[in-house]
C-alpha cells in the first residue's frame, strides 16, 4: 500500500508545485476536481471527464447518503468501483448540503437532525457518522464534518459557529478509520474575521490532520475580501500539507488563490454554465445563447484543443441550444472542463517556470480584453 503524501517540487512566491498521493493513485497540483456530486460529472462519461485531464473528482455525502445510500455503494465494492473512476476521490462531508437543502433542521452540539429534500425522510449526520459515511464510500481524502457559518456573520456568531466546528473537527480524528493512502482533511472556518480564522487554524493544528480545507469563503464575501482571508490563513497552516480552498471558482479566483499558496480547487460553475449556454475561454466568458453566434463559424475558443473547438462552431453550438438538443450541454461541459484542466496545467508550468507572476498578469489582461466579435460576412441565401 502507499502512504498518503504531498510532495512539493517547486515553488515560486507563495505557491506551490507538486504531487498528492493516494491509495487510488496521484494527482498533480495546484488541481482542479471534477464535481461529481452524485458519483456523476453531470452530461459527462467518466471517459470524457478523464481526457480533459482531470486526475481528481469529489462527491457528496449528503447526496450519496440519500441516494443510493452508503452502505449499498460499500456493497457495491465502493465508490470506485461503483461510478468506474479509477483515480483519487474527496467526499465533502455533507454540512454544506444539510444547511442548504434540508428542510425542519435542528442543529445541536450533537451534530444535525434533519429531512432530506428528496421525500422528507428523517436523518442525522453527526461527525461520527459523516466519518462513517465516507469511509463506507470509500474516499482517498475524507472532509470533517463542520458547520457551515452563514454569510454574513456577526464576529460572535461566526465565533460560536467556528469552536463548535473545531469540536467536531475531534470528533471527527477520532472517528476516521486510518488507512494507507487515505487521508482526513481539517476545515478552517472563522467567516471575515482574521483572528477567529487564526484561532480555527491554531485548533486544527493541535489535532493534526493531513491537509486543510478552507471552508466560508466565496459565499458572497467578495473577492477582495476572500484573497485577504487567504492572505491571513495560509501561512498559518502546515506548509508540508496540502491546501484545498472549497467550492472556487471562477477562473480568475483560482489564479489569485494559487499565486497565495492554494493548491486544490473545487466548484460545479464549469459544469452548470456548460448546462446553461455558457462557456469559458481565454478571453472571458460566452454566452452561446447570444444572437450574434448564429452565423459565428469561428470554435468557441480558437487556443483551446478540446474536441468541441476542433470539430464544431460556435453557429452549431448556438443551434443547439436555442433547439434544447442534448447535445449542446454535453460539448460545452466538456470544453469548460478542458479549459480548467489546462488553465492548471498552465499555472503549473508557469510555477516550475518561475514565472507565474507574469503568467497571471497577461491572463487577467485576455480576461479583461473579452469575446471579441466575428465580423458579419454572410450574405442571404
Known sequence: MTNFSFDVSATDGAARRGRVTTAHGSFETPAFMATATAGTVKAMTVESVRATGAELAICNTYHLMLRPGAER????????????????????????????????RKLTEQGVTFRSHVDGSAYELTPERSMQIQNCLDSDITMCFDECTPHPATHEQAAESMRMSMRWAERCKAAFQPREGYGLFGIVQGSVYPDLRAESVEALNLVGFDGYGIGGLAVGEGQETMFHMLDVTVPLLDGYKPCYLMGVGRPDDIVGSVLRGVDMFDCV???????????????????IRNARHARDTRPLDARCHCPTCANYTRAYLHHLFRTEEILGPMLLTHHNLHYYQSLMQDLRVAIEEARLQEFAAKFLEDQAQGDIPALDKTEPC
Open 269 to 287: 460553475m464549469p459544469t452548470r454554465s456548460g448546462r446553461t449556454g455558457q462557456g469559458f475561454t481565454h478571453g472571458g466568458t460566452v454566452n
Open 73 to 104: 455503494v460499500a456493497e457495491l465494492g465502493g465508490l470506485h468501483k461503483f461510478m468506474n473512476w479509477p483515480g483519487p476521490i474527496v467526499t465533502d462531508s455533507g454540512g454544506f448540503q444539510v444547511m442548504s437543502l434540508a428542510s425542519l
